[in-house]
C-alpha cells in the first residue's frame, strides 16, 4: 500500500503570494491533518479534516485553509506569504477508530 | 496554555547502552501519549502509542512508560544503534470520537549513538 503522498516536495515563493500545498492519505483513510513544522521545533497543528468537514483548528490566521475533497485527498491553501510562514509543511491520515497518524514526506515551503 | 518538554535538545550515548529520554507535559490531561522518530527531512514516523490507563508500552527494542500524576513519559530504547540515530518527538492527543486527532508535538529530542 503507498503511504501518504504530498505535492510538491519543495516550493520557493515571495512575500504576498499564494500557495497550494496537496495530500493524498493512504486509502481508506478518512482524516486528514495538516501541521506545520518550522526549523528545529516539532509539528504544530493546523487543520484536520474527516468526512469532507472541518473537525480542528489550530492558532493560525485566516490566510491559512483547507478543504478535502470526496476521494479523501486534501488541499492547504496559504494567502499573502509572509517569511515565517517558511516551514516543512506536512500530511498525516489517520483510519477510522485508532489514533495513530502516518505521516507523509512534507512540502518544503522557502518565502523569500 | 499547555507546554510540552523534552528532556533535551540532543543526547549521545554509545552504541550497546540504552538511551532514556523524557517527555513533561502542563496543563494537559491527554487520553493518549504517542513517540515518533523522524529522520531530517521527512514526516515523522509512529513509534508507539500508550494510553491514559496504560502504564508501560513495549515493542521489540523500545518501551514507554506513562505516569498521569508525575506528567511524564519516558522513552527507552535498549541495544542503542547507530541507526537508531534521529529526532524523536513526544505527542499527546485528546480524547478520540467524531474524529478528533489533533496531535501537541514537544520539540523533540536529536539522539546520536555513537560507533
Known amino acids: 500500500d503507498a503511504g501518504v503522498t504530498q505535492s510538491p516536495t519543495h516550493l520557493i515563493k515571495t512575500r504576498g503570494q499564494h500557495v497550494t500545498l496537496r495530500c493524498s492519505p493512504i486509502?481508506?483513510?478518512?482524516?486528514v491533518s495538516w501541521y506545520q513544522q518550522v526549523l528545529g521545533q516539532g509539528p504544530q497543528f493546523i487543520f484536520q479534516?474527516?468526512?469532507?468537514?472541518?473537525?480542528g483548528r489550530g492558532n493560525f490566521p485566516d490566510r491559512f485553509s483547507a478543504r478535502q475533497f470526496p476521494n479523501y485527498s486534501s488541499e492547504l491553501n496559504v494567502n499573502a506569504l509572509l517569511l515565517g510562514d517558511s516551514a516543512l509543511y506536512l500530511c498525516?491520515?489517520?483510519?477510522?477508530?485508532?489514533?495513530?497518524?502516518?505521516f507523509g514526506p512534507g512540502t518544503r515551503l522557502t518565502v523569500l | 496554555s499547555q507546554k510540552i518538554e523534552q528532556n533535551s535538545e540532543a543526547l549521545n550515548i554509545q552504541e550497546g547502552k540504552t538511551a532514556t529520554l523524557t517527555c513533561n507535559y502542563t496543563?494537559?490531561?491527554?487520553?493518549?501519549l504517542q513517540w515518533y522518530r523522524q529522520d531530517p527531512g521527512r514526516g515523522p514516523v509512529f513509534l508507539l502509542l500508550?494510553?491514559?490507563?496504560?502504564k508501560e508500552k513495549r515493542k521489540e527494542r523500545l518501551k514507554v512508560t506513562f505516569d498521569t500524576t508525575l506528567k511524564q513519559s519516558l522513552f527507552h530504547i535498549t541495544a542503542s544503534q547507530p541507526a537508531d540515530s534521529a529526532t524523536y518527538l513526544c505527542?499527546?492527543?485528546?480524547?478520540?470520537?467524531?474524529?478528533?486527532?489533533?496531535?501537541?508535538f514537544g520539540k523533540g529530542t536529536k539522539l546520536s549513538v555513537i560507533p
Open positions: 498525516a491520515s489517520t483510519p477510522w477508530a485508532t489514533d495513530t497518524q502516518y
Open positions: 486509502s481508506g483513510h478518512k482524516s
Open positions: 479534516y474527516y468526512e469532507k468537514e472541518e473537525r
Open positions: 496543563n494537559y490531561s491527554p487520553a493518549y
Open positions: 500508550i494510553r491514559e490507563n496504560e
Open positions: 505527542a499527546l492527543g485528546g480524547h478520540s470520537g467524531a474524529g478528533s486527532y489533533q496531535l501537541t
